[in-house]
């Protein structure tokens, strides 16, 4: 199988960048607050949060600024090279300043990333592909009913730790490697049809 026919979907927010521990780190910051990202145990942000976590994206400019995960940009800049059709794709919250600050951020830390592949979705399932890669349970349980075929990745992130699931991820590394192995697997498929023709 040639690269350009593999499709990798990634979600931007706590999958390539460290989100939300730097957002509540803004929230601090704008409010005067000392909250800790320890007191997200679960998707549902705690109602501690008194003023919204989520308003310091109004707010501020938090998502230009915001750091990638330790290995993601050197494996999604990998992966463009090695001609894989990748695509980001990112809830913006109906939000044009949020999807004008994640297209900054793309610009800057992945200059060669091509932005037409940059989709804001928040129903990740409505996108096929070969792999998706997000740090939510919910979204990858729905994108793999509707792709599967697909091979479906949970990056690992503070609000998803209590989670135990086999799709668990810690790094685009294991990512990389888990790819490659399902391209492995679907060329020696293809080549055991052909030889049974």
Not at 54 to 76: A, H, Q
Not at 96 to 102: E, H, L, T, V
Request: net charge negative.
């Amino acid at each position: 199988m040639e690269n350009k026919n593999f499709r990798i979907l990634i979600d931007l927010d706590d999958t390539i960048t460290n989100f939300l521990e730097e957002v509540i780190n803004e929230y601090n910051k704008t409010y005067g607050t000392s909250h800790s990202i320890d007191e997200v145990t679960e998707w549902v942000i705690p109602s501690s949060f008194e003023y919204g976590l989520f308003s310091v994206l109004e707010l501020t400019n938090i998502l230009t600024m915001i750091t990638p995960k330790l290995d993601s940009i050197e494996y999604i800049n990998k992966w463009i090279d090695e001609g894989y059709d990748v695509f980001i794709v990112s809830d913006c919250c109906n939000r044009y300043q949020s999807y004008r600050d994640k297209l900054k951020w793309l610009k800057t830390y992945i200059p060669k990333f091509d932005l037409s592949h940059f989709i804001p979705c928040k129903e990740k399932y409505v996108i096929s592909g070969d792999v998706l890669i997000d740090d939510n349970l919910d979204n990858l349980e729905k994108w793999s009913l509707h792709n599967p075929y697909g091979m479906d990745l949970l990056m690992t992130a503070q609000h998803n730790k209590g989670i135990q699931d086999e799709r668990r991820i810690y790094s685009f590394e294991e990512a990389d490697d888990l790819i490659k192995t399902m391209q492995l697997l679907m060329s020696l498929g293809t080549e055991i049809k052909a030889l049974e023709k």
